[in-house]
């Protein structure tokens, strides 16, 4: 109940500031952009033209403009960001009615707030809407309009959201020229414009350096000879830890090296932890450009003609040119070998899904990559389903195929009844979503072996519908009936289709 209640909270503090950020870019709109007659940009800005011009007020247009951009949000940046954007527009048309019903004057006009005094109400506008947006953006929030462009290519591309606005911003505000010309004349036209690319500059510097500064990191380097404590206690925080070795140069000594990496906002809690451990140990903190990677920020930089990376979890030459063949040219299968995994997998379940998830799991979990793993079992009908989840360390713990086949005969000796099956479940994590997949193929099982191809069992199993081994069979027929090569082509027809 208390984990419920912690994500409830979690998600409502989320909205909560992204509130806080819309009300601010409201106020800058509202009291400093609306009065001067000054285009900020985004679709705000295309909403404060077309009042400018028609008196249709700001939160009608905006509101009708962004209702197709958020098409587009819904397809791309999916339903997660799109609830939170209609949250934005919705919330930040009904405030932007509100205050200017509680500030308009007798006349129905907005006021002054700085009298006649322009680049200074741009000024304070432009930075009210550049942190506004920094803290909605900070919590995965929007504005709408623009700011949809922008999470779009930011998605993608490693540039900063406060660039992209600047891009898309420049046509609109120079389109403010064909609004006040004829208005004003062209000497005050091009003053709007100067104003409007002055608003969005300010705006976007203040928009990266809000951003910017809530994603601040520091690295620590802790010596101490006290550095066992000190490292589980970091890592109670959530924070991973590499304890590296080193020498006292003065001491001639060997001595360990705790490195961690953690936000700038977290840094107070660091020391105190290390404080309350070591307080005369030698600690070093330094500010660091940029740290990618599972807690931090994600790496947005584009490989050209690269392919999907998967991981199969296996170092089995037999089971990876197999699936190496039916997956094809369309992804980049890599090897536990190729990802410099040489750590035992769990496979402590007593079913062969559970093995397969748990292998996955494992990997994901340590390396990052999406992965999929698999966990095959032949189950024969006299045995009651032996050998089953123990197939490759049926007569030892040493996958000694030759000691497998050999108790297997043994034990089938004298029965009649010789059916079995070959049962392959394949466990998928990709994009963030567990799947599952299984291949059975029924048969029987031979009384000696016959056949050179194949590996594991393959020398004493017969597939239905024919009268040879899988070793006699060859690679070619196998890849087609298998029980591997059919959980494999249902993961390939699911990867290909996502």
Known sequence: MGKKIKLIWSELSVYIYITIGLIIYGTGVTLFMLPYEVTSGGVTGIASLIFFATGFEVQNSYLIINLFLLLAAVKILGWKFCVKTIYGVLFLTFYMWLLQRIVL??????????????????????????????????????????????????????MSLGQVIMLCDCIIISSSYFVFVDKYGETVAWQKIVFGFVTFIIAGVTLDYSMNRTRQSVQFMIFSRNYRKIADKINTTGRGVTVLDGQGWYTKTERKVVVCLVRKREASQIFQMIKSVDPYCFVSMANVQGVYGEGFDQMKANIKKAKPTLVFATNNEHKLDEVRRMVGDKFEIRSLDDINCHMELPETSETLEGNALQKAQFVKRFYGFDCFADDTGLECTALGGE??????????????????INKLLANLEGKDDRSAQF???????????????????????????????????DPVFIPDGYNQ??????????????????????????????
Do not use: W
């Open 105 to 158: 004057d007798a006349d129905g006009n907005l006021p002054r707030l700085v009298q006649d005094q322009t680049f200074m109400a741009v000024v304070l506008g432009a930075v009210f809407e550049g942190i506004g947006l920094g803290v909605c953006f900070s919590h995965d929030g929007s504005t709408g309009g623009t700011d949809i462009i922008a999470a779009i290519v930011h998605k993608y591309k490693d």
């Open 387 to 404: 050998p089953g989840v123990h197939t490759a360390r049926y007569a030892s713990d040493s996958h000694d195929d030759e000691a497998n």
């Open 423 to 457: 049962r392959t479940s394949i466990a998928l994590i990709f994009a963030g979503k567990t799947y599952t997949f299984e291949g059975i193929v029924k048969g029987s099982i031979a009384a000696k072996r016959q056949g050179d191809h194949g590996f594991g069992y």
């Open 469 to 498: 081994t899988f070793a006699q069979l060859g690679a070619d027929v196998k890849n087609n009936i298998s029980h591997r090569a059919r959980a494999v082509k249902m993961l390939c027809d699911f990867l290909h289709n996502n």
